[in-house]
């Protein structure tokens, strides 16, 4: 069965210091990779996305994710933390087979970045 | 351009009573799809309509949902009757491409209660 797996529910960072969300998935093939950020009371906001071609990804805000093929991984980083990024992350991907383009998601990851 | 909307933002039920969520996507977007998110975990796909159709139904998870899209515009979810684990956050996306890759755009969800 295709799943996502995002192992922490919680990530706390310190504002300034790098962080990492994990994802993990199974899914046949080559997948397409997306995350995805819900702030409070708002709707899923897109970040970033991997398609093809060089496995770093940048995104929105200062995010980026690295595709790693042998470990079936996405994990999202970014350099240095804001207490703005607190919020709910969700790592999501797609079959390539498709075409209709349901997505499957993890449960997502409650970052908390502290000042 | 308007974003995907959602109403009601929440909505608080007892058990047994009927709910309609509704879901306004993007002007110009064939693909609509809906998802929901229960108790914290993934969120789950449940169907996608292409204008008017239905392209996939599959995470519908039984037949006291009923999802239409009349006229290829704004979307309704409707539950009758609702039992406490219908509980979660139930979300819209819409793309404009079928079977998009590029990712959807998604609306604020709603918020279903069921005491």
């Known amino acids: 069965a295709q799943s996502v797996a995002q192992p922490e529910d919680q990530v706390n960072v310190a504002e300034g210091n790098p962080l990492t969300v994990k994802c993990t998935y199974s899914v046949s093939g080559n997948p397409y990779l997306f995350w995805y950020v819900q702030y409070p009371n708002r709707g899923l906001q897109f970040l970033l996305k991997y398609i093809t071609g060089d496995n770093l990804v940048k995104g929105s805000y200062g995010f980026e994710a690295e595709f790693n093929k042998s470990q079936t991984s996405f994990h999202l980083k970014k350099p240095s933390a804001l207490v703005s990024d607190s919020a709910l992350y969700f790592c999501a991907v797609r079959a390539r087979h498709n075409q209709g383009g349901k997505l499957i998601f993890g449960q997502g990851t409650e970052l908390s970045v502290k000042p | 351009e308007a974003g995907v909307t959602q109403f009601p933002s929440h909505s608080v039920i007892e058990k047994g009573q009927t709910v309609t969520l509704r879901c306004d996507p993007i002007s110009g977007h064939d693909n609509l799809y809906w998802y929901r998110r229960v108790m914290g975990k993934e969120i789950k796909f449940l169907l996608h309509?292409?204008?008017?159709?239905?392209?996939?139904e599959s995470g519908m998870p039984n037949n006291r949902f009923l999802a239409e899209r009349t006229g290829g515009t704004y979307s309704t979810l409707k539950v009758q009757p609702a039992e406490l684990e219908d509980s979660g956050v139930y979300f819209c996306a819409s793309s404009q491409e079928f079977g998009s890759y590029y990712g959807y755009t998604f609306g604020s969800g709603t918020r279903l209660t069921v005491v």
């Open positions: 309509f292409v204008k008017e159709s239905k392209q996939d």
